[in-house]
């Protein structure tokens, strides 16, 4: 089983950034690939990004290419996701997920609350 807690959501102001981390349990974390889906209110959960067990592999939709970057770091079973040049419809709960492949992310963490305000 694997547990992912994510943390460094907030309020900020439009432009603005924020980093969101997401700690992972298990000895697995380096096997897995990880991903950030968001989901807006009344709106269904959105992929943002994912990054391979190597780190040497990186996606992310269009909408926030150029602007959120995702990385790992297995030493520390920890995935980020900074965010940079924020908008308002950035705004969503934002969640991580982990699996054995990108295709594959099966386990979820409670999400953690983005606000950017115009």
């Known amino acids: 089983q694997v547990q992912l807690v994510e943390s460094g959501g907030g309020l900020v102001q439009a432009g603005g950034s924020l980093r969101l981390s997401c700690a992972a349990s298990?000895?697995?974390?380096?096997?897995?690939?990880m991903g950030w889906y968001r989901q807006a209110p009344g709106k269904e959960r959105q992929f943002v990004a994912a990054?391979?067990?190597?780190?040497?592999?990186?996606y992310y939709t269009d909408s926030v290419k150029g602007r959120f970057t995702i990385s790992r770091d297995n030493a520390k079973i920890t995935v980020y996701l900074q965010m940079n040049s924020l908008k308002p419809e950035d705004t969503a709960v934002y969640y991580c997920?982990?699996?054995?492949?990108?295709?594959?992310?099966?386990?979820w963490g409670q999400g953690t609350q983005v606000t950017v305000s115009s």
């Open positions: 997920a982990a699996g054995l492949g990108i295709g594959d992310l099966r386990y």
């Open positions: 298990g000895r697995t974390f380096s096997s897995f690939a």
């Open positions: 990054i391979n067990w190597s780190g040497g592999g990186t």
